[in-house]
């Protein structure tokens, strides 16, 4: 067989890229793509030599012929023995020389890859297989210009052979010449139409380039053709999530994991695709032991048989199944996240209440009794976070106790005291705000940092130094949540000498009059923990000393300042 009908059974086979630079190897559909080995690269040379390579004219063909058959069938220790037991008989084979170089590149031994591939071409300048799989090699081993000289020495040879300009394509793209790898890409694509490496490796690309919504409308066309290509999905998803569309990115992510369950990295993407969905404290959140005793006791406490609860921030739908395990009646779960709402009835129906629980994916504050839902007996609620009210707590009760609650209903919890304290904060000073760091002025930085915000912490694990006693902040009562400004100036006793410029504060979450727990430094809550703001300004203060301070809250944040 010569040059041109060699060239042409490749054609036929389809050869795909084993090793695009860009992206795992694919999941193409076998009913898609007839004809095509998958794993292309040096899969694909050795197709080309089982299929009809011109024989060397010491080649012992029965050998060649059974260290192919090991190749193809994954036996690789077998092939490089066979394969150097034909080198042993005549070292100068460059056929042999360049099949066991690409039994070692697929095994991992670059080195003894490279030795080989490179005496193959030196034997055979013109053997574009040798020069293919060398540039392949090069390409892995991060020798960007030498893979690209072996590479366009190849396609000199044979031009049309799309499976060489696809990884030159990916060896340009290592150099950062991204015009010459689209072009080489796109060459290979209309080589080769029916072979999805090229389309993937150029939306690839877009990706790369920070252009997602180009790179999407490239998988979207490619996902057309073959709908069940795993590598696309996983791409697609990539661009989604930089586009901000994660719903849309975590169902691609899903969509990759279907086609190719056993793909790791498809599963990990999958599982932070839909992490992205909801916040991280979700989590903790479930874990906190005391938070899910206390409401538990609560609701077995005033639960009654054929009760209506409404349980506003449903999330995962646990507060839901308390109070359904209770004793309610009927219980109204309303969640605005449609990706937790769709979860938190799933877990309704996984656990058996799907009769008694019903999860809307609504915005309680649009939500009217009488229209949406009947007035509920008792609403339970937890939209807190460890400032208390940066979840719009205040604004959302007070809709509840006013639209959605029958008179004399219940409130869980019923309310909560927040306390604060004087403290020093050493580590956390550094950067509140932003000053000299390791001896460089980066007050620049400083414009990033919200000096009104507050964040939190866990004081016990900080450097600290207590300034004064806990002292009280504000009380909430969530059946007539304030819906104006509070702000009042009071004297805070200073109990040791130091620098005043932060506050840590906490909360007493009140469940009813018996049943409490603590975000304190000392409480049982585990996951709100505390909250500090830093003041802009600082007092030197000593014991003994009273410090005015300013302390109030809107319905979303408490506040401090001197």
């Not at 252009?211 to 996902?223: N, T």
């Not at 806990?470 to 040791?496: G, L, N, Q, W």
């Not at 830093?534 to 030197?540: A, Q």
Request: glycine residues 8%; aromatic residues 6%; charged residues 20%.
């Amino acid at each position: 067989m010569n040059r041109k009908q060699r060239r042409e059974a490749a054609k036929r086979t389809g050869r795909p890229s084993a090793k695009p630079a860009l992206s795992a190897a694919p999941n193409p559909s076998p009913s898609a793509l007839q004809g095509t080995l998958q794993g292309g690269g040096v899969a694909g040379t050795l197709l080309r030599h089982a299929t009809g390579a011109p024989p060397m004219d010491d080649d012992p063909g029965a050998a060649m012929r059974l260290a192919v058959n090991y190749l193809q069938s994954g036996q690789l220790d077998l092939a490089a023995r066979h394969l150097q037991g034909l080198l042993n008989r005549n070292p100068n084979d460059p056929q042999a020389m360049q099949l066991l170089g690409g039994v070692y590149f697929k095994q991992g031994d670059h080195a003894r890859a490279l030795e080989l591939l490179r005496g193959a071409v030196s034997l055979a300048p013109d053997f574009t297989d040798a020069l293919h799989n060398l540039g392949l090699l090069l390409t892995a081993m991060g020798d960007f210009d030498a893979a690209e000289a072996a590479l366009r020495k190849a396609i000199q040879l044979e031009p049309d052979d799309a499976d060489t300009w696809l990884n030159l394509g990916n060896a340009v793209r290592g150099k950062g010449q991204f015009d010459e790898a689209a072009k080489a890409f796109a060459k290979a694509s209309k080589l080769a139409p029916k072979n999805p490496m090229a389309a993937l490796n150029q939306a690839l690309l877009m990706k790369e380039l920070a252009q997602p919504d180009k790179a999407l409308v490239l998988f979207d066309r490619l996902l057309a053709r073959y709908p069940d290509h795993a590598a696309a999905y996983s791409g697609r998803g990539a661009c989604l999530i930089d586009m901000g569309r994660l719903s849309e990115a975590a169902d691609a992510h899903a969509k990759a994991v279907e086609f190719a369950p056993d793909n790791e990295t498809y599963l990990i993407n999958m599982r932070d695709a839909s992490s992205r969905l909801i916040p991280a404290w979700h989590l903790p959140m479930l874990a906190d032991e005391a938070r899910n005793a206390a409401y538990q006791q609560t609701m077995d406490k005033h639960v009654r048989e054929g009760m209506h609860v409404l349980d506003i921030g449903a999330g995962s739908g646990l507060l839901a199944l308390m109070a359904a395990r209770a004793g309610a009646g009927m219980v109204t779960a309303v969640e605005m996240n449609p990706t937790l709402a769709d979860v938190a009835r799933q877990v309704v129906a996984d656990n058996g209440f799907a009769d008694k629980i019903r999860v809307l994916n609504r915005l309680s504050l649009d939500l009217k009794a009488g229209v949406d839902l009947p007035a509920a007996d008792l609403v339970v609620s937890e939209i807190l976070d460890g400032g208390l009210l940066g979840e719009g707590v205040l604004p959302t009760l007070h809709h509840a106790a006013h639209q959605l609650l029958k008179p004399g209903g219940r409130m869980v919890p019923a309310g909560a005291v927040v306390y604060g304290q004087l403290v020093e904060l050493p580590r956390l000073r550094t950067v509140n705000p932003v000053n000299r760091i390791a001896g460089f002025d980066l007050s620049a930085f400083d414009r990033f940092r919200n000096p009104a915000a507050y964040r939190t912490i866990t004081l016990a694990n900080e450097q600290h130094k207590l300034l004064s006693a806990p002292f009280h902040v504000a009380d909430f009562d969530f059946s007539a949540p304030p819906m104006t400004e509070r702000r009042r100036v009071a004297k805070i006793p200073v109990t040791a000498t130091g620098e005043a410029y932060a506050v840590v504060f906490w909360f007493d979450l009140h469940m009813d009059d018996q049943i409490s727990i603590s975000s304190g430094p000392e409480g049982t809550l585990s996951h709100w923990a505390q909250a500090v703001q830093f003041m802009d300004n600082s007092r030197m203060v000593s014991a003994g000393d009273e410090l005015q301070l300013t302390m109030g809250h809107t319905d979303t944040r408490l506040y401090f300042s001197f």
